[in-house]
């Protein structure tokens, strides 16, 4: 497989994802740069959390050369969470971009970004390059963030929403949050209300899967039909396109996500 020739890492791998067998089937993946090693402890996820690597320089490259190969049209590209990095990898995540964009095919690009720890700098450094789509989940409601994401920050996240639009109001801005981790209907609601306070343009709603024992447990399973609920409320509050069901994640089917 080209990823393992290039020594590139897919968050659909490292996070275990429920979809990777038909997005694999389909030729799509999203790409995780700044290496495999988390530096934070979100209690939900299944990266690896150790001491990260040094920062390939030649990532980048990399990343465009199997775009290229892969004969990709819409490129997702994420990565864990660098808190040793001064500017948290966003340059990393600006000189991805800009290989991409220098392909020059019709790529459209789109990244999941962290929260760089609320710096503008670092985050004025993605927008520049100006992705497509720049998404960054909030994951879960503001009460469960102690336990769920003690290193994250609602407000912050929040934020960084907001200012992408400051920044740039043509970027299209996307987050994301799972159901079942013992939230309640109004705090969804409530969350939905935020983002698009903020102008958040698309949402994700998908089901939390544990992703072993030692993780966060499931606290319940929502039915599809409540997720067909959710999708309605969150149009009906002005998302450009809402997704919601069981298995959505932030990066399913996100080629599809750009069509009116």
Do not use: W
Request: hydrophobic letters at 40%.
């Amino acid at each position: 497989m080209i990823m393992r020739k290039l020594s590139l890492h897919t968050i659909c791998e490292e996070g275990n994802c429920p979809n990777l067998i038909e997005c694999f089937g389909q030729r799509t993946a999203t790409f995780m740069i700044l290496g495999r090693f988390c530096t934070r402890n979100c209690r939900f996820c299944n990266v690896t959390k150790e001491k990260p690597l040094p920062v390939d320089e030649a990532e980048a490259q990399q990343v465009a050369f199997a775009v290229k190969e892969l004969r990709l049209r819409h490129v997702v590209v994420t990565s864990v969470t660098r808190d040793d990095l001064a500017d948290g990898g966003a340059a990393q995540f600006a000189a991805t971009i800009a290989e991409l964009q220098a392909l020059n095919n019709g790529i459209t690009v789109e990244v999941l970004i962290p929260d760089f720890q609320g710096k503008r700098e670092a985050l004025t450094t993605v927008v520049a390059a100006r992705p497509e789509i720049i998404n960054h989940n909030l994951e879960t409601v503001p009460r469960l963030y102690p336990n769920v994401r003690p290193m994250a920050q609602y407000r912050r996240s929040l934020e960084l929403l907001q200012r992408v639009k400051e920044l740039d109001g043509d970027i299209l801005t996307k987050s994301g949050i799972m159901l079942g981790l013992g939230e309640q209907e109004q705090e969804i609601l409530g969350v939905l209300a935020d983002l698009r306070k903020v102008k958040c343009d698309l949402v994700t709603i998908g089901q939390y899967l544990a992703p072993s024992q030692q993780h966060y447990p499931v606290q319940e399973y929502i039915t599809p039909e409540k997720f067909a609920d959710y999708k309605k409320i969150a149009v009906q509050m002005g998302f450009h396109h809402a997704f919601s069901g069981p298995l959505i994640r932030s990066s399913y089917h996100a080629r599809m996500r750009l069509a009116p």
